[in-house]
């Protein structure tokens, strides 16, 4: 048995220069630990063919060499199968079986290639309180700054809806979006898919006046709206885009609350879309089964890419 690694205060940066170099020594097992705090976040699970590999996320290079946090996985990032996982005053420590990059990169393609794999973060962002970390309202207040950064975070997630969108011809059949933040996902989508009809909602007046002043050609209907009204207002679609259901955004008790209401927005026959830049936190596959909806996928990549990241999408039956 290795013994156990723990990394020190600078362990982002140097995860993110040679996570194989910190977390993989000679044998047939491994063990890896992640302190407590708020790190726990960035440990994942991948199920594939109904086996756990386990994974730690990263910081990764922009197109400027800037090291940042992204929603996409690599192979890298895989510490290797799952064998035992355990909670003590130290952290979390992890209990592996050691593997190449080439194993690595064919879990990756065989979990893209399988409707029943998923990638899932099972720790929350915590504070210094131990409570699940969530964003104050006053972190919305759109300016440009902001608005930046968040389209840059979904660049892959807008290409990867709208070739999956044009597989589904629904010509005059609804989008909607209901927390569109600065409205550059919907807009780009309408761009992108002319024979849709686009809506799109949020709860902040400031991202409301920002989307319809940077978006004033756009066909998409901006409404200043509380998701959790969606559905007492009347609203239906075809397709419905949950890209707000994510870490920092809620806590996981109000991201169940908001899907259990958004759900019945969604017309027989209709698809959900789940992702977001931050992880997923509300169970799908759980709910898939309480509301009766199909689960067609969990994970997605970018075309040409070895990749993951989560992208649910789930279909309401017609009967």
Not at 78 to 92: A, F, R
Not at 231 to 243: K, P, S
């Amino acid at each position: 048995m290795n013994t156990p690694t723990v990394v020190t205060p600078d362990r982002e940066v140097a995860l993110a220069q040679g996570l194989a170099r910190h977390v993989i020594q000679s044998g047939t097992m491994g063990c890896y630990v992640e302190p407590a705090g708020a790190s726990l976040n960035h440990l994942f699970f991948l199920r594939v063919k109904g086996r756990d590999w386990v994974g730690r996320k990263t910081l990764q290079r922009d197109a400027h060499q800037r090291l940042h946090l992204s929603s996409v996985l690599t192979p890298f990032m895989l510490l290797g199968p799952l064998v035992q996982w355990q909670w003590s005053n130290e952290g979390v420590s992890i209990y592996f079986r050691t593997a190449t990059l080439a194993e690595k990169t064919k879990a990756f393609d065989t979990a893209l290639a399988l409707s029943d794999s998923e990638v899932n973060f099972p720790f929350p962002l915590c504070d210094d309180s131990n409570q699940e970390a969530v964003c104050p309202d006053e972190f919305w207040q759109c300016n440009e700054v902001l608005a930046t950064q968040l389209n840059a975070d979904e660049a892959h997630f807008r290409d990867h809806c709208v070739q999956l969108l044009k597989t589904m011809p629904m010509k005059g059949q609804v989008i909607y979006d209901p927390a569109c933040s600065t409205g550059e996902f919907i807009s780009h989508l309408a761009r992108e898919l002319t024979d849709y009809r686009f809506l799109a909602s949020d709860r902040s007046a400031s991202m409301i006046a920002y989307a319809k002043n940077r978006h004033v050609t756009s066909p998409v209907e901006f409404r200043l709206l509380d998701s959790s009204d969606a559905a007492i207002c009347g609203i239906q679609c075809d397709v419905l885009i949950l890209r707000f259901l994510n870490a920092e955004v809620l806590t996981r008790s109000d991201a169940h609350t908001a899907f259990r209401s958004l759900v019945h927005c969604v017309k027989p026959g209709g698809n959900l879309l789940i992702f977001g830049h931050t992880p997923v936190l509300i169970p799908v596959p759980w709910l898939a089964q309480q509301y009766h909806l199909h689960l067609l996928s969990s994970v997605a990549a970018r075309s040409g890419q070895t990749e993951l990241f989560q992208f649910y999408r789930l279909l309401v039956p017609t009967s």
